[in-house]
């Protein structure tokens, strides 16, 4: 007898064991329902993306940024030369110039609360 010959009834055993305990369920499971459909509601963070408004102004292409309809940011894109930024940095309507060089760092600043 080969050993071939000695482990295919073994094997022949494991194999329906196998499958019986596949077809075993224990009594009283139901399949689980299907999950309801999200919600159809306004995402709360769309409020947060800005609207971006691009005009011409000139030769001058011009980007403003508002979030809530308050003008924060225009980049200005003059047709030849770098662009740089007009920041409201306090919320006061008063823009501030700031040149687009490699590594300039911009502080973020929140308005928390308005009186």
Known sequence: MTMRSRYLPL????????AF???KRPPGLEPIPEPP???QSV???SALEPQV???KRGEDKVEEYRINGH????????PNGKSYYLIDRNGSGA?????????SLS?????????
């Open 21 to 23: 305990a596949q077809d």
């Open 95 to 103: 823009m501030t110039r700031m040149e687009v060089t490699q590594g």
């Open 71 to 78: 003008l924060y940011m225009m980049k200005v894109t003059p």
């Open 43 to 45: 995402d709360p963070d």
């Open 107 to 115: 502080v973020p600043l929140w308005v928390i609360k308005r009186f």
């Open 37 to 39: 459909p999200p919600p």
């Open 53 to 55: 408004t691009i005009t």
């Open 11 to 18: 094997l022949a055993l494991c194999l329906a064991f196998t």
